[in-house]
């Protein structure tokens, strides 16, 4: 009699002195497993081919993807991080993929493409090492050896380059610049490059060497080209005054912040007011305007003139500022009005009865921008008595550009930043991985034993970056590869890297293309680290979704 | 053929209830627990791989801790689960060695099934294999290193080994000597009497690389939700005051549901500065304190924010109890649940504070604190699961040298400590007549396993490699184990390849326990869940014990 026997291969399964099998593990006919090799094989098939969606991204020359989503939303980007992070995976290695790319993010903020680009070759490399034979743990030790000598030969190689708080550095330009050239803003190089030098060093704390981001904010109106947009030293308001009638430019602002409403106080304890006759009703009347008419003589004796306020207010309150001479702006989100504290030195103020002169925000200016024909209003706030806040204002011909134009300003931002916190760094257009890859091959010939292998699949994998930037930039990789390295041997110079858009020298010193040297370190760790983790796996257990 | 002659069927249980005994229940509980220790077997050593679980809910696992991975597996079978109970009760008591006490207990099983099948009676062996276990865990007591504690520098070498062995089938071994320093000294910054391990906070950040990780002698913590004016706040200071609140700061009802009635209009504002008035009169206390910082599990609203602000005091409310209680514990100084009446020995302090970027989130830390009882390990790494598994990492070798501290006998891993105990048993099971000697000599055998699975994890030759060492040990060498550097074997004392004797005795009396245990049983009896009725009862009847 034939017994009915699950599939084995399937799940864990026992069988009793008569040779049935019985369940041992909950749902287990629903779980998948893997197991072996096979498993550590099909993990580095899924991360490979999750790394060539966004190999064509990388470099100068590297194309953009549509994303879209599950509403219909449209994104268009290169930025690795981005891509990935909305690709919305299933597979479970992937996803590791995706989260080592949001950390790069995280932590540097630039070459978040590149740091996935290295995790799947490194695996692809692992992979043809398995199948000779050596033990996955094995490799994953060699390639953490290999990892250390290659940080070790950066920081050996690394330049500082020297930075100051002028805004006119040339070198923190170049360094934006360099980070702007795969991006669609790349014809309004310059101008972003600008931007985002002139918003890190206004808020950058050249002392502690740190730059808190938090002061700077991006906001973005689809209409005007990209060459539009701005960097305001001060804050803008996505807000109009409240009355259409109130001048829209005001000069030396003494603002009040508040975060009480324009109406009379009321306890938070729940009331009843019962009105039973005609002259309370009329005294409660009195009462509500005598409180309107006190609030505005506290704002007016305090001396300002604009009020910013978190809530809203009525109309009759409305009234009566404009015929007070004062304008008012309201519902200012909570993390706006901070801003908007910190940027004018004022206090916010939780009750009229509090509000004093020296609780006064000041800024030189306050103006309303008008968009085209759409009515849509912004207030700017200028000249404001700390600078440290500062406002990117991106103009784009559509919302995908905007939104990109955000993202790609971001990481040039978080470029400068990393240079203000560490002067060193290498060169990029594949100069810093080729020369580690040599330093890596060197060091190979001289490992006893099986780390050997692992060291030269390293230095294969790190060749990758270069080949990659080759391809995209429509050059032939292996040739350019096999070039540049014999370059670099015999001049012995580990600034030489491809020329991707064919300026006609190799010499990335010259041509200026850096990279901050705790990116690329940061790059190759994290590879490492996560091929480590996806190489240790030999047994994969899923659970099968539930299916009542 | 007819009706008079069947017997009609005596119901004694309630329909639906499984019921299956004798010999083949105790074989089919002991091939489930095989199964069992199938599964976790390549998990074990340093060469030993990863499991990756997705749980019903679709999130990700990636562990080598035999623990985790046996809680994630989700098991039913009761003889099965046995191996789960054992398991964790090893990580509760010692915190390493989850995986060998599963396949410790797996492999005496084994052993036993053979002389079930011969038809020996399951007491007999049940009584072998305490004895052999009683004889094992006195000579790991007899063999045991003793290090000297009042070398401060030698005790820490010793804590320094045994946490790196811990580490060393786990993802951070190659980080090994980054964060064994940081765990020995995250346990020495521990009150050395009570050693309560929860009061090491270790707090996840992704990015960075692992050895971005910090040690935080001190109290580290998220930045809490804030509300407008907080940034206008000072984040830095130096030996502040720290007032720690269980109060919530904010305009509110002060009891709820309760209900004014207003009379008439004049009173309408009283009431209303009554309540700011309450406010007010707490925020000014606290500010007379000379607090520079002002620490609540309740929340601390947008007003109090603005009014800290304004006198040049940090706030952070909604802190979590557990973060608040290491505050304390670090700071000194008591939570204080109204805002009247703080009394100056209630106010904590420590060298600085500071709010800081780490990654992508901003932390709250306090260091250099007087009564530091307690720390902080702030962990990197690229993914979440990578951080995830350190922290499981950290966590074993924290327990391990916890256990080293209080008891500093050691023994040597890498299967050294297994062998010894297989050959003493073995010489001694030749000095015992009867079945017993059989017994004895199955347990010497299984307790080989442990060098034998480290080998084959790696890819060694482990029946070459067991002879050598079961040769090496017969000539006396007592500290003879696997050595992964050489593929070959080595004194693993003197390769420092060390772990507490405490782990070792743990794991084999479990481990034993647990064998006996389901060598007794010899029947089940399952009630069925009510709902599913008597159906899948009669289709699981007689398939062993489901």
């Given at each position: 009699m034939a017994q009915q026997v699950?599939?084995?291969?399937?799940a864990i399964v026992a069988q009793d002195e008569m040779g049935r099998p019985f369940i041992i593990v909950r749902d287990q006919g629903k779980k998948q497993r893997k197991h072996g090799i096979e498993a550590t094989k099909s993990h580095i098939l899924a991360a490979r081919s999750v790394a060539s969606i966004v190999?064509?991204?990388?470099?100068?020359?590297g194309l953009d993807k549509i994303l879209i989503s599950q509403d219909g939303d449209i994104t268009i980007t290169n930025d690795g991080a981005t891509i990935l992070t909305q690709?919305?995976?299933?597979?479970e290695i992937a996803k590791l993929l995706v989260e080592l790319s949001r950390s790069q993010d995280d932590e540097i903020g630039d070459g978040t493409t590149g740091v996935v680009v290295i995790a799947g070759a490194l695996l692809d490399q692992a992979l043809e090492l398995i199948e000779k034979g050596i033990h996955p743990i094995k490799i994953a030790n060699g390639f953490d050896e290999a990892c250390k000598i290659a940080v070790e030969h950066l920081d050996s190689i690394a330049d500082t380059i020297s930075i100051s708080?002028?805004?006119?550095?040339t070198n923190l330009l170049k360094a934006a610049k360099t980070s702007l050239g795969?991006?669609?803003v790349s014809k309004a190089h310059d101008h972003f490059a600008q931007m985002a030098v002139d918003a890190v060093l206004a808020v950058a704390d050249f002392e502690r060497k740190d730059?808190?981001?938090?002061l700077i904010k991006m906001e973005k109106k689809v209409?005007?080209?990209?060459?539009?947009s701005s960097l305001i030293r001060g804050v803008l308001l996505d807000k109009d005054f409240s009355?259409?009638?109130?001048?829209k430019i005001v000069k030396d602002c003494k603002i009040a912040i508040l975060?009480?409403?324009?109406e009379p106080p009321k306890p938070k304890t729940k009331h009843k007011l019962d009105i039973s006759t005609v002259e309370e009703f009329k005294v409660l009347q009195e009462y509500e305007q005598k409180k309107f008419q006190e609030m505005i003589d506290l704002v007016k004796a305090s001396g300002a003139n604009v009020v910013a306020c978190q809530w809203g207010f009525d109309d009759e309150a409305n009234h009566l500022l404009l015929a007070n001479g004062l304008n008012a702006i309201r519902w200012i989100g909570g993390s706006e009005l901070e801003l908007l504290a910190i940027a004018t030195n004022g206090r916010i103020v939780p009750?009229?009865?509090?509000?004093?002169?020296?609780?006064l925000g000041t800024a030189g200016v306050i103006r309303e921008l008008e968009f085209g024909t759409t009515r849509d209003r912004m207030l700017v706030i200028e000249?404001?008595?700390?600078?440290k806040a500062v406002t990117c204002f991106i103009r784009g011909s559509n919302e995908m550009i905007a939104a990109e134009g955000i993202r790609a300003l971001h990481d040039s931002i978080c470029v400068v930043r990393n240079l203000i916190r560490d002067s060193r760094v290498v060169y990029g257009g594949g100069a810093a991985e080729l020369t580690c890859s040599l330093a890596v091959t060197d060091a190979a010939d001289k490992q006893?034993?099986?780390?050997q292998y692992a060291f030269r699949a390293f230095a294969a994998a790190l060749d990758t970056i270069p080949m990659t930037l080759a391809e995209n930039s429509g050059l032939d990789p292996i040739e350019t590869l096999s070039a540049l390295k014999a370059k670099q041997v015999n001049e012995?110079?580990?600034?030489?890297?491809?020329?991707c858009l064919g300026k006609?020298?190799?010499?990335m010193k010259e041509l200026f293309v850096i990279d901050p040297l705790i990116g690329k370190k940061q790059q190759l760790l994290l590879a490492t680290q996560l091929t480590r983790m996806i190489l240790k796996i030999n047994d994969v257990i899923i659970s099968g979704k539930d299916e009542y | 053929m007819s009706f008079s002659t069947q017997t009609p069927t005596i119901v004694?249980?309630?329909?639906g209830t499984d019921s299956s005994q004798g010999k083949g229940q105790i074989l089919s509980n002991i091939n489930a627990c095989l199964a069992i220790q199938d599964t976790l077997r390549?998990?074990?050593?340093?060469f030993g791989s990863d499991i990756l679980i997705v749980s019903s809910n679709g999130k990700t696992t990636i562990s080598n801790d035999g623990a985790t991975i046996l809680k994630l597996?989700?098991?039913?079978h009761p003889a099965a689960k046995m191996l789960v109970d054992i398991s964790r009760a090893q990580d509760a008591e010692v915190g390493d060695g989850t995986t060998s006490v599963t396949i410790l207990a797996g492999e005496f099983l084994k052993e036993a099934k053979t002389f079930i099948d011969d038809g020996m009676s399951s007491h007999l062996i049940i009584k072998g294999l305490r004895r052999a276990n009683e004889l094992a865990i006195q000579k790991i007591k007899d063999i045991a290193v003793q290090i000297k504690r009042e070398d401060g520098f030698e005790f820490r070498q010793l804590l320094e080994k045994c946490a790196t062995t811990a580490m060393?089938?786990?993802?951070i071994s190659k980080n090994s000597t980054f964060f064994t320093k940081m765990v020995v000294d995250a346990v020495l910054s521990l009150?050395?009497?009570?050693?309560?391990?929860?009061?090491?906070g270790i707090k996840k950040v992704p990015g960075?690389?692992?050895?971005?990780s910090l040690f935080v002698d001190g109290v580290a913590f998220k930045k809490t939700f804030s509300y407008a004016?907080?940034?206008?706040?000072?984040k830095q200071f130096n030996n502040p005051k720290i007032v720690n609140l269980n109060v919530e700061l904010e305009?509110?009802?002060?009891?709820?549901?309760a209900e004014v009635r207003v009379?008439?209009?004049?009173d309408y504002q009283a009431i209303v500065d009554a309540e700011w008035q309450i406010i007010f009169n707490k925020l000014e206390a606290i500010a007379n304190t000379g607090a520079n910082i002002v620490l609540s599990k309740l929340p601390i609203g947008d007003l109090a924010t603005q009014y800290f602000a304004d006198r040049n005091i940090f706030c952070a409310g909604r802190v979590s109890s557990e973060d608040m209680d290491r505050v304390i514990k670090a700071v000194g100084g008591n939570i204080q649940?109204?805002?009247?009446?703080?009394?100056?020995?209630d106010i904590g302090t420590c060298a600085t504070f500071e709010e800081a970027q780490i990654g992508g989130e901003r932390y709250n830390l306090f260091k250099g604190?007087?009564?530091?009882?307690t720390c902080t390990l702030v962990l990197r790494g690229g993914a979440e699961q990578v951080i995830a598994e350190v922290e499981r990492s950290l966590h074993d070798a924290i327990m391990i040298v916890k256990r080293a501290v209080s008891h500093s006998e050691v023994v040597a891993g890498g299967g050294a400590i297994e062998m010894e105990l297989s050959k003493y048993l073995r010489d001694y099971a030749k000095t015992v007549a009867g079945k017993q000697q059989l017994i004895i000599t199955a347990y010497a055998k299984a307790l080989e396993i442990i060098p034998r699975q480290l080998c084959e994890n790696a890819g060694l030759d482990g029946i070459e490699l067991l002879n050598k060492l079961r040769s090496s040990h017969a000539k006396g060498?007592?500290?003879y184990g696997i050595d992964f550097q050489k593929e070959s074997i080595g004194n693993n004392m003197k390769n420092f390849i060390w772990e507490p004797s405490l782990v070792k005795i743990n794991a084999l009396s479990s481990a034993t326990e647990a064998a006996t245990l389901l060598l007794s049983v010899d029947e089940t009896i399952k009630n069925d869940d009510s709902q599913d009725g008597g159906a899948a009862g009669g289709s699981a009847r007689g398939r062993g014990a489901f």
């Open positions: 699950p599939d084995l291969s399937n190999k064509t991204s990388l470099g100068p020359r690709m919305d995976l299933d597979n708080s002028e805004s006119k550095d795969s991006k669609v730059v808190d981001f938090e209409g005007g080209p990209i060459e539009d009355h259409p009638q109130m001048p975060t009480c409403p324009f009750r009229f009865e509090d509000l004093t002169a020296d609780k000249d404001c008595s700390n600078t006893k034993g099986i780390d012995n110079s580990s600034h030489l890297g491809v020329d006609g020298t190799n010499d | 004694v249980l309630k329909e390549p998990t074990l050593g340093p597996l989700d098991i039913v060393s089938s786990k993802l009150d050395q009497e009570d050693l309560d391990e929860k009061l090491i960075g690389g692992m050895e971005d004016g907080f940034e206008q706040q000072p305009l509110k009802a002060e009891k709820e549901n009379e008439q209009v004049k649940s109204t805002c009247s009446n703080i009394n100056p020995e604190c007087p009564q530091a009882k060498e007592l500290w």
